[in-house]
Every structure is written in structure tokens, then in C-alpha cells.
């Protein structure tokens, strides 16, 4: 691990919230101006938390209540392009409702800023978490985030304003934070002054494009072959370039405030000379790590791996971080239906990601706590088996494994699913 | 750059528009039909609010035809929504103006917030947006509906402000069927001034009429609070008919009783011009075959279905409770306005209806339905 040289910590005072809460709290801190909610759970007590800080006179800024998600999320557009720094969120079925807003957030290059309470999308309903739902925008040029805690839930509130509105990125960022896990569980989280989040995120100049009357400039005209092609790879450039951005702000986030995580972009935890590894995005990561403790404390020599930043993908550090590991288990809290090995979104990614290298690690793709079904240690102890099972027997295109699922493992009325079969 | 200052004249707002700007802030490089009024709309629209106004606007013919890139003929700040978004991106402008001003960020000044949209944008899609821009009384912003009657620029398919019987791409004239276009011509403006007490100001307007529709732009923007106006624009391309034609087709079916010129201000409905005369009765309506019959989109119309179209247009005028408005026929008061009294004799509608009910609380009803007057 890497570690970077910590100053004297910035006053901070320590209070016991919850993920929204704590989202909530750095959005003040950022003297946000514009913030639209409509509501759906769980994401939605982080507008509850804003409108009360509004009323209660902490907080300067314009709150409107849509009258959908589309209108929420095009509302955060148009405020940001005329200069305002914005908020928007959602989850589930409601960050789809808005989709079109969204895409169209991210070709406009504007740095709105979104938190994605996850949630399962319907049918049928259910309220827990799923990673479907920002999934969805991972190829349109949002920067895509995934938090663990409620201290990473605030601390990356600030970093994705840092990142977002930096001018060699300007994309809009999303972060993501389980459904209920932690948007509604409380942590101990230390809460900055603004006067150094002022010292961290300067204020959002949006420069030649600015909507006003002394910038008589036409925004979004039609291009077609002409020049889209010219538009999209200057979004891929920002992509491109964000990687950068995110390590020095970072290693910024560490001097100003004299704390901060070791990595931008993975947190790995006992990876030093692991031989097998579990990885994951969200609130797996704090049981992944208990079941980590529990195994080397049986003399197993195992690792866990978390992704943080979705988008831009961390290809380079899971090249180095799993070279010379013999097995790694990805454990998705989503699905991509009929892709490579059944396997969700993080699995395919990894294993795109790993292809460049000359010796590749046994990759193993699990599915787990879809709906908000908890993800047990006794789950990932499970996991851990089964990749090492298969990486001993040279297995090295297993289909995907689901866990904690009742039935059978696929519909017996489907041939060709029994056919395909996998391990147990 | 900032443009140069531009005096408006500053009228009060119940005079009407006598003086104009030389100026033109929406000018050339569109590529709009020829005799597109829907462009002279933004015209007439960008002319009278001036330079201190940031515009947006829907997608549909006034943008695809409008805006190609490096081809603007807006030199207002314009910039592009989506195509059900025009009262979320009214919003968004003016919450960020306003909050940017607050904090100092930028000048305390007014600027003008213009979201324009289609029938199908504004009428369809967007209505949820309208409706909630409507409501937001803390901020000041103008939606702009232009009604060609059809997505114009997709093809022209029918939308809900697409008249009943007219022949579009998705409505055609079949020989089992003559007649795909079911729907009757959904009443926007009076839809929006009937659900949002509170917004100010509502008007419906016509191309065909430059200095009310200028005048109506101008006293929503002057009013403040959230205000709408929707003008009725001849599409050649949609309605099929000759481009040369564009500007007597939108004054003819003022004619025909068709449009009706007329706004609400702060709860006080008003008519104006060629509609005015109408309702007082100086003006007899001319029959919608004049209007309908030089249309390539109502050619297959046969005599009876001119005369339902007709027999609506009557109702509109004879039977509602504020002709060609608002359509109430019947009331806790009676049958307003009174039987046999047509809206061609009473002075205006608030007379008929206190005439019909013999005391003051029709009155108070029309009252009640235009708005909460200060």
C-alpha cells in the first residue's frame, strides 16, 4: 500500500450520521446553489436533510421539488450551465425515469454532481440494493463512484465537486452508496469546516460556455456527422484525463485535510502477498474485509480488493494489484443478463481489464445480495472455496455462481442452461 | 461580448405596443421552411425581449431547422433542451440566476428566462414541466408555446394540438377509414390559466398578428412570476399549403373564430383585435370551410365532416363560459351564458355571466376560475 505524508489534521468535529446525512453535510459545507429532489428511496433523506438545513437558515441555496426525475435532473443541467454549482439523486426506477437528462448532462460536459441511493429496479418493487441502477449510465460520461461508509460517502462529495468541475474534466459524477446499508445506517464520520473545504474545491467557473446575457453564446446546436464524432471523443478526452485529476486531488484531499485514503482509485485490503482475492463495490467491502480477518487468521493467505471509481475504470491498478494472485472471485451486486459467463458488470469489466496481461489470475463471477439481501461473511467464506476449488482444478471459464439464491441453480425447464451446468 | 444596450421603451403594461426596437436578435442563418411563422414567432419573441434574456428551447423544428452548429441565428444566449423539458429548464435558469445573484457571484439586474416549446413538446411531453414552472411563483420565467399543430420536423405526425380530422404521417386518410385523427385540438392555455391560479399572466396569441403576439411576450416578461403564452403558427410543410399563404392562414382562422386572440392578466380575462370585435359582435365569424378548404390536410374532409368542425367551433362560442375559452356550459348558477344570448351581443364575458345569473356570484366565479387578481 501507499501512503501518502500526512500534515497536522484540519479542524473537523466527529458526529454520528448516516450516509445521506453525511452527503448532506458536505453539500453545505460546498455552498451548493441549486438542488432539485423528487422523491424515491433511500436516496431521497439526503434532500430531506438539505430542505431542513435550507429552512433552518444553515444553508444558502434554491431547492425546487420537481415534478418527476427527468425535470430534476434537467433542472440541475440548466442551473449548472448558467454557472450554479447543483445537486441532483435518485434511485432505482427513478434514476431511469431521468435518464434522458442524464445523458444528456454528461455530452453537455456540465458538473453536476448526483448521489445514487442503489436500489433494485422494478419489477417486482423492491426497495434494496442493487448496482443496476448508476450501472446505466457507466457509457454515457458520468464518473462513477462507489462509497463504503459514510466517512467516504462525505469525503468524496467533496472530491467528485474537486474532479468534476476541474477544467481539463468537466464531466458530471455519481456516486453511488448502497440502498439502506448505508444510506440509512449511521456512522461515525468527521465533518470538516468549510473554510477548508473552500481551500479544497475552488468555486466552479464554467468560463466561455457560461449561460448568461454578456456571453451571447448558442448551447447544443445540431451537429449530426459533422461533428459529433469530434464531440464525443472530446468527452472521452475528459474521461481520459480524469484519471489524473482524481490522483492529484487525492493527494490534495491529503494536505488540506491531513487525512485521506491511501489509494484514489481501489482499497486494498491484506493484499500484500495474497494468493486469492475477493473484490467488490459498496458495503461488501466491510464484510469482505471481516471475512478477509477470519481466513488469514486460519492461515489462509486471502485479500480483498474494493473498486471505488467505476468510471474512469481502474485498469492499471488491477493489473499490478492482481499479478501473480492464482484466483479472484468478483462478487457483483448487479447483473448483465446473457453477457460473457452470466456473469454482472464488475465481472466483465475485470476481466477485460486483466486480458492485457501475459498470466492471468482463475477468475471466478458471483452473484450476491441482489434486492438487498445481505451479503454474509459465511457467503464470502463460501466464495473463497469455491475459487480456490476451481483455480486447483484448472478451471478457467466458470459460468457464473449465485449465491445465497433459493432453487436450483438455473431453470430446469431450460436445456440449454442445465447443459451448460457450472460448479457447485 | 456583451451586447449593446438596447432601450426598450418602457410602457406600462395595460398600453399597448405602439413603438419597436430596430434591433433583431433572432436573424439569419436558420434553416426554417419557407414561410415558416413559427421562425417569425421567435423573431417577434427575441425582438421585444431584448438583449438582457437568456432563451431556451425544445427540440422539434425550432431547433433541428434552427440551430445547426456554426449557424445560429440567435444572438440572444440560447441553449438547447430536451424535447419535454421547456419548464424545468425555465427552472433551472432562473433558481441559478437567482442564487448566483443573491450570493453576488453575479450582478443584481433582470434578465429575462424564455423556455420555448412545441405543441408536442409543451402540449405532450412537457406539460408536467409547464404545469410545474407554473407553480413557482419565486421565480420569473416565460414558456413559450408555438403551436404549428403537428412534430413538424420529425415528419409531421399529429400531436394533441393537431386539429380533429387532419391527415399527418401516424393520422392518415385511409380507404376504410377517412378519418385517424380522433382527437379534438387540446385547449393548452386554457388548461394551464384554469390549474395554476397563481401564475400571472396567460395568453394565446397568432403569428399572424405581430404586435399583439409582441405585446403579449413583452407584458409576461414585465408582469414577472411565471407566465405563458402559446401563439398558433401555419406550417406549409405540416398543413400542406402554399408557403405564400402562411401569414393570411394564420389571420383567417382568427377569422374563423378558430384561434382565439385573448389573455388573462392577474385573474382578468381580455380579448384583443380581430376576436375582440367578434365577442362584441362588430364581426361575424367567417365560416371554418374558408379556413379548412385551402388545407391539403383536411382535402379529404367531406361536407358533413366541415360541418362538425363548424358545429364545434359554434359550441366554442355559443355554449362555453368563456367563449372560445373555457369550456363550462353548466353551472350551480344555470346555463351560462344565458340561453339565446349569443357572445356576438354581450359586451364581454363577465357581462353575460352576471346577465345569466342575475346577481353578482357568477361573477365571482369567473373570478374565481381566471385567478386571484391583487
Known sequence: ?424 | MAIPELVIPDLEINRRLTVLPMQEYYTSGHRTCQGCESALVMRYMAKIAGPRTLVTGTTGCMYVANTSYNSTPWALPWAHTQLGSAGSSAIGTAAALKVLMRKGKIPDERINVIAFCSDGGGGDMGLATLSAALQDTRYNLLILLYDNESYANTDIQASGMTPWGAVTSFTPSGTEQRITQHRWKKNVPALLMAGHPTGRYFANASSGFGMDLMDKVRIALDVGGPTFVQTHDPCPKGWDFDPRMSHELAILAVECGITVLWDCLEGELRYQGLTKQQVEGKVRRKPVADYLRRQGRFAHFTDEDVDFFQSRIDEMWEDWILPGVLRVNQTPFGRLPVDGSSPRQAGHAGAAVASGNGNGSGGAQIEAVGGNRA
Open chain 1, 1 to 424: 500500500m501507499t501512503t501518502t505524508q500526512e500534515t497536522a489534521p484540519a479542524p473537523e468535529r466527529e458526529e454520528i450520521i448516516t450516509g445521506c446525512d453525511a452527503v448532506a453535510q458536505a453539500l453545505r459545507l460546498l455552498d451548493v446553489d441549486v438542488l432539485a429532489g423528487y422523491p424515491i428511496r433511500p436516496y431521497d433523506s439526503v434532500m430531506t436533510a438539505v430542505s431542513k438545513m435550507i429552512a433552518d437558515g444553515q444553508m444558502d441555496a434554491e431547492f425546487i421539488v420537481a415534478e418527476s426525475e427527468h425535470s430534476q435532473f434537467e433542472i440541475g443541467k440548466h442551473a449548472s450551465l448558467v454557472g450554479a454549482r447543483a445537486f441532483i439523486g435518485s434511485s432505482g426506477v427513478g434514476w431511469m425515469y431521468g435518464m434522458e437528462a442524464l445523458v444528456v448532462t454528461a455530452s453537455l460536459r456540465l458538473p453536476v454532481v448526483a448521489l445514487v441511493g442503489n436500489r433494485a429496479l422494478d419489477d417486482p418493487g423492491a426497495f434494496g440494493v442493487e448496482h443496476n441502477d448508476a450501472m446505466m449510465v457507466r457509457d454515457t460520461g458520468w464518473l462513477l463512484y462507489w462509497v463504503e461508509s459514510a466517512q467516504e460517502a462525505l469525503d468524496t462529495t467533496l472530491l467528485a465537486y474537486r474532479v468534476a468541475e476541474d477544467k481539463r474534466v468537466m464531466l458530471p459524477c455519481a456516486l453511488s452508496m448502497d440502498g439502506a446499508f448505508l444510506t440509512h445506517s449511521q456512522h461515525m464520520v468527521r465533518v470538516p469546516v468549510a473554510d477548508t473545504v473552500s481551500a479544497f474545491v475552488p468555486p466552479y467557473e464554467l468560463g466561455d460556455r457560461r449561460f448568461h446575457p454578456d456571453n451571447p453564446v448558442s448551447i447544443a446546436p445540431q451537429f449530426n456527422e459533422d461533428w459529433v464524432m469530434e464531440a464525443r471523443r472530446q468527452s472521452d478526452a475528459g474521461m481520459r484525463r480524469a484519471r489524473a485529476v482524481i490522483a492529484e486531488a487525492t493527494a490534495d484531499f491529503h494536505r488540506v485535510f491531513g487525512r485521506g485514503p491511501a489509494d484514489p482509485f481501489v482499497d486494498s485490503y491484506r493484499m500484500e502477498d495474497a494468493e486469492y482475492v475477493l473484490m467488490g463495490m459498496g458495503t461488501v467491502g466491510m464484510v469482505g474485509k471481516v471475512a478477509v480477518d477470519r481466513m488469514r487468521a486460519a492461515g489462509k493467505k486471502v485479500g480483498f480488493l474494493r473498486v471505488k471509481w467505476f468510471r474512469p475504470f481502474p485498469q492499471p491498478e488491477l493489473r499490478a494489484l492482481l499479478r501473480g494472485v492464482k484466483g479472484v472471485g468478483v462478487v457483483d451486486r448487479d447483473y448483465s443478463f446473457g453477457s460473457n459467463s452470466h456473469g454482472g458488470v464488475l465481472y466483465t469489466e475485470v476481466a477485460a481489464a486483466l486480458y492485457p496481461e501475459p498470466r492471468r489470475p482463475v477468475l471466478v463471477p458471483f452473484i450476491a445480495g441482489l434486492g438487498g439481501r445481505e451479503v454474509s461473511v459465511d457467503n464470502l467464506l463460501e466464495m473463497e472455496e469455491t475459487v480456490e476449488r476451481a483455480t486447483a482444478d484448472g478451471v478457467a471459464d466458470l459460468t457464473c455462481q449465485w449465491i445465497g439464491v433459493r432453487g436450483p441453480d438455473s431453470d430446469p425447464r431450460d436445456v440449454a442452461a442445465t447443459a451448460e451446468g457450472g460448479v457447485r
